[in-house]
């Protein structure tokens, strides 16, 4: 926002530049509310630092002494064993070795975190990859040329995104029995890809449009032909606005639950559905939940922060861009 | 973002169009556009087809019969529209509407008015805002399924931190209530949360429309010695509200649909006082694998979303051409 003129500066201050005062006031609120909002998010990364005894203290503890434990719980499966059994044992290799031996628990073997990660990196790439692509085509095809009904083809395209997730899975839930893609890779990308891709082509159609079109057609004059003139002129001045749309469908399917829930069980499951089943001896071991929680937000935390710039247009579909 | 074309490198392109004929091209352009269009459309509309349409028609089809999917050999029965009739007339259904309703309009209220205040504070652009405006954006990128999740944890009765902040500011109990486990309170505990999350979509969308303001307007406003208050109701709301009513829109399209943080939240306990529709369909379709009956009660919900929507993006467009 540019500043006001010079000669309003000496008339009367109006709303539109506050005063040193209510700007400060201002401050102060929003800080507050900042602070109470980022508070809990904090508890949780300060939490997977806390042995389990800590975690669940009354009153709860702010000053603790910190350790891994709860991340060392989180990535391996652990029995618990007579201390004669212990004394038996080669001594420990490893720090975490160690760790779990001082717990009288002995380590038996990674637990299935690993592998559900893994598994929410292939769904939420590969289901971006696809979206992002068939968006683009799309996108293109809706920004340059003249598509019978195109308001009425984008306003479907959008409006898949209005059912609610349960009633999609009813019917996909079937559709898959029958192709055998429950609990697949191929099953949960498929459908986050065309969840996604009406983000994809909404989002990527209102950067199409901003592109001026004088470049392709000068490109074509030059004997370029349609599809070069798309891969050479417009895609690189589209990549911005490919990138950002690419974090927005990775960010959906990395943090999708519904689907994952009802349409996996084992091997293709995302972190989402598998988060909350992490249980320790008697109950939930909050530490390693309130890891595997921080090990799922900060990527998304640090997308925020990349996203700053397109993130009103992405959660807007394009509706706001400025 | 605007694309100057001096500063890219296409701009020799762009000049060396004014030296070819312009029926060249015309002809080079015009030559298959309209296959073209369709090549770059077609493989999104064929995905859409292929996992939402077709099985919306399936799910059409099936909620005319009495098919459970836990069953699939045995026979298949027409019922009519006995099925829709069986949803109208249950109580369980219109309470899970109710549960619905109460929640998408308190969060809406709730989110409009802090989300609408934040972004006015925000807007006078204090020291720091652009950072402190990232801090609260936070929460809206995370994982609903695991923000409820984690907030069972700051929910617990002694030990959570919730309980225990809010016990420190009332002079309470921190064990001396239940916000999951409590009937009245619950309801609320499932608006909080979502109001945690979401305020900051709200905040964002009001931001872009206060800044869609131009400054001269209030300098007017000035020049007539419109109060600050005056120029709040006359300027500022009736500009933003187009802003306003899109994000009543995609927050009310979205929780409506809520699954995933409620889910694992409550799980629409205690009892049935959180269970919202999606909730109560989960139930119908996977745990008592009623389809026929879950797939009807999936087409009415498909259909009230999508009727209200259309209805108020009129009223929206209405309101945006005044």
């Given at each position: 926002?540019?500043?006001p003129?010079?000669?309003?500066?000496?008339?009367?201050?109006?709303?539109?530049?506050?005063?040193?005062?209510?700007?400060?006031?201002?401050?102060?609120?929003?800080?507050?509310?900042?602070?109470?909002?980022?508070?809990?998010?904090?508890?949780?990364?300060?939490?997977?630092?806390?042995?389990?005894?800590?975690?669940?203290?009354?009153p709860?503890?702010?000053?603790?002494?910190?350790?891994?434990?709860?991340?060392?719980?989180?990535?391996?499966?652990?029995?618990?064993?007579?201390?004669?059994?212990?004394?038996?044992?080669?001594?420990?290799?490893?720090?975490?070795?160690?760790?779990?031996?001082?717990?009288?628990?002995?380590?038996?073997?990674?637990?299935?975190?690993?592998?559900?990660?893994?598994?929410?990196?292939?769904?939420?790439?590969?289901?971006?990859?696809?979206?992002?692509?068939?968006?683009?085509?799309?996108?293109?095809?809706?920004?340059?040329?003249?598509?019978?009904?195109?308001?009425?083809l984008?306003?479907?395209?959008?409006?898949?995104?209005?059912?609610?997730?349960?009633?999609?899975?009813?019917?996909?839930?079937?559709?898959?029995?029958?192709?055998?893609?429950?609990?697949?890779?191929?099953?949960?990308?498929?459908?986050?890809?065309?969840?996604?891709?009406?983000?994809?082509?909404?989002?990527?159609?209102?950067?199409?449009?901003?592109?001026?079109r004088?470049?392709?057609?000068?490109?074509l004059?030059?004997?370029?032909?349609?599809?070069?003139?798309?891969?050479?002129?417009?895609?690189p001045?589209?990549?911005?606005?490919?990138?950002?749309?690419?974090?927005?469908c990775?960010?959906f399917?990395?943090?999708?639950?519904?689907?994952?829930?009802l349409?996996?069980?084992?091997?293709?499951q995302?972190?989402?559905?598998?988060?909350?089943?992490?249980?320790?001896?008697?109950g939930?071991?909050?530490?390693?939940?309130?890891?595997a929680?921080?090990?799922?937000?900060?990527?998304?935390?640090?997308f925020?922060v990349?996203?700053?710039?397109?993130?009103?247009?992405?959660?807007?579909?394009?509706?706001?861009?400025k | 973002?605007?694309?100057?074309?001096?500063?890219?490198?296409?701009?020799?392109?762009?000049?060396?169009?004014?030296?070819?004929?312009?029926?060249?091209?015309?002809?080079?352009?015009?030559?298959?556009?309209?296959?073209?269009?369709?090549?770059?459309?077609?493989?999104?509309?064929?995905?859409?087809?292929?996992?939402?349409?077709?099985?919306?028609?399936?799910?059409?089809?099936?909620?005319?019969?009495?098919?459970?999917?836990?069953?699939?050999?045995?026979?298949?029965?027409?019922?009519?529209?006995?099925?829709?009739?069986?949803?109208?007339?249950?109580?369980?259904?219109?309470?899970?509407?109710?549960?619905?309703?109460?929640?998408?309009?308190?969060?809406?209220v709730?989110?409009m008015?802090?989300?609408?205040?934040?972004?006015?504070?925000?807007?006078?652009?204090f020291?720091?805002?652009?950072?402190?405006?990232?801090?609260?954006?936070?929460?809206?990128m995370l994982?609903?399924?695991?923000?409820?999740?984690?907030w069972?944890?700051?929910?617990?009765?002694?030990?959570?931190?919730?309980?225990?902040?809010?016990?420190?500011?009332?002079?309470?109990?921190p064990?001396?209530?239940?916000m999951?486990g409590?009937?009245?309170?619950?309801?609320?505990?499932?608006?909080l949360?979502?109001?945690?999350?979401?305020?900051?979509?709200v905040?964002?969308?009001c931001?872009?429309?206060?800044?869609?303001?131009?400054?001269?307007?209030?300098?007017?406003?000035?020049?007539?010695?419109?109060?600050?208050?005056?120029?709040?109701?006359?300027?500022?709301?009736?500009?933003?509200?187009?802003?306003?009513?899109?994000?009543?829109?995609f927050?009310?399209?979205?929780?409506?649909?809520?699954?995933d943080?409620?889910?694992?939240?409550?799980?629409?306990?205690?009892?049935?006082?959180?269970?919202?529709?999606?909730?109560?369909?989960?139930?119908?379709?996977?745990?008592?694998?009623?389809?026929?009956?879950?797939?009807?009660?999936a087409v009415?919900?498909?259909?009230?979303?999508?009727?209200?929507?259309?209805?108020?993006?009129?009223?929206?467009?209405?309101?945006?051409?005044?």
């Amino acid at each position: 926002m540019s500043a006001p003129p010079a000669s309003h500066l000496a008339t009367a201050r109006s709303i539109v530049e506050a005063s040193p005062r209510s700007r400060a006031a201002a401050g102060l609120v929003v800080v507050a509310y900042a602070l109470v909002t980022v508070a809990p998010l904090l508890w949780i990364v300060a939490t997977s630092f806390k042995s389990p005894s800590d975690a669940i203290a009354y009153p709860p503890k702010v000053l603790f002494q910190p350790t891994l434990e709860g991340w060392v719980n989180l990535f391996t499966v652990r029995t618990r064993q007579s201390p004669e059994f212990m004394a038996t044992l080669p001594p420990p290799e490893t720090w975490w070795d160690r760790l779990a031996r001082s717990h009288d628990m002995v380590i038996a073997g990674p637990s299935k975190v690993a592998p559900r990660f893994v598994n929410s990196l292939v769904v939420g790439f590969g289901s971006t990859f696809l979206a992002v692509l068939l968006g683009t085509l799309a996108a293109y095809g809706f920004s340059r040329f003249r598509v019978p009904l195109a308001d009425d083809l984008l306003f479907f395209i959008l409006s898949t995104r209005m059912m609610p997730p349960i009633a999609v899975a009813i019917p996909i839930y079937l559709m898959y029995r029958e192709l055998g893609l429950n609990d697949t890779y191929m099953g949960l990308i498929l459908l986050y890809t065309a969840v996604n891709a009406s983000l994809s082509v909404w989002l990527l159609k209102g950067f199409m449009d901003e592109i001026p079109r004088e470049y392709e057609e000068a490109a074509l004059v030059d004997g370029y032909t349609r599809l070069q003139a798309f891969r050479k002129v417009v895609l690189p001045q589209a990549i911005t606005g490919i990138a950002a749309t690419a974090i927005f469908c990775l960010v959906f399917s990395w943090n999708e639950y519904a689907f994952a829930l009802l349409l996996t069980s084992g091997n293709a499951q995302t972190m989402p559905p598998f988060i909350p089943f992490i249980i320790g001896e008697g109950g939930q071991d909050w530490p390693a939940v309130a890891a595997a929680t921080t090990l799922f937000l900060v990527p998304m935390a640090a997308f925020t922060v990349i996203l700053r710039k397109h993130l009103l247009r992405g959660i807007t579909f394009g509706a706001v861009r400025k | 973002m605007s694309v100057t074309s001096q500063e890219r490198p296409s701009a020799a392109l762009v000049r060396a169009a004014g030296a070819v004929p312009p029926g060249l091209a015309r002809r080079v352009r015009g030559l298959s556009d309209r296959s073209l269009a369709w090549l770059f459309i077609t493989p999104v509309m064929v995905l859409l087809l292929a996992i939402n349409i077709f099985p919306l028609i399936w799910a059409v089809r099936l909620s005319f019969t009495n098919y459970k999917s836990n069953r699939p050999n045995a026979p298949l029965r027409w019922v009519g529209l006995d099925n829709y009739a069986d949803i109208l007339s249950d109580p369980d259904v219109w309470h899970s509407m109710q549960v619905t309703a109460h929640f998408v309009v308190w969060t809406i209220v709730l989110q409009m008015l802090l989300g609408f205040g934040l972004a006015l504070l925000i807007n006078r652009k204090f020291r720091g805002h652009g950072f402190w405006t990232t801090v609260i954006l936070l929460p809206m990128m995370l994982s609903p399924a695991v923000v409820g999740n984690f907030w069972t944890f700051l929910f617990q009765p002694q030990i959570g931190l919730f309980n225990n902040a809010a016990a420190f500011l009332t002079g309470g109990d921190p064990s001396g209530f239940q916000m999951i486990g409590d009937v009245t309170l619950a309801p609320w505990t499932i608006v909080l949360v979502d109001t945690w999350m979401w305020t900051p979509y709200v905040m964002l969308i009001c931001l872009a429309g206060l800044r869609s303001i131009p400054e001269d307007i209030y300098e007017a406003a000035e020049v007539d010695r419109a109060s600050p208050l005056r120029q709040f109701w006359t300027i500022t709301l009736p500009m933003v509200l187009p802003f306003l009513m899109l994000a009543v829109l995609f927050r009310g399209i979205e929780n409506f649909k809520m699954f995933d943080m409620v889910n694992l939240l409550t799980s629409g306990g205690p009892g049935s006082v959180t269970e919202l529709a999606s909730i109560t369909l989960k139930r119908e379709a996977f745990e008592k694998w009623r389809t026929g009956y879950s797939s009807a009660f999936a087409v009415i919900l498909f259909v009230t979303v999508f009727g209200a929507a259309n209805i108020y993006v009129r009223a929206l467009n209405a309101v945006k051409q005044r």
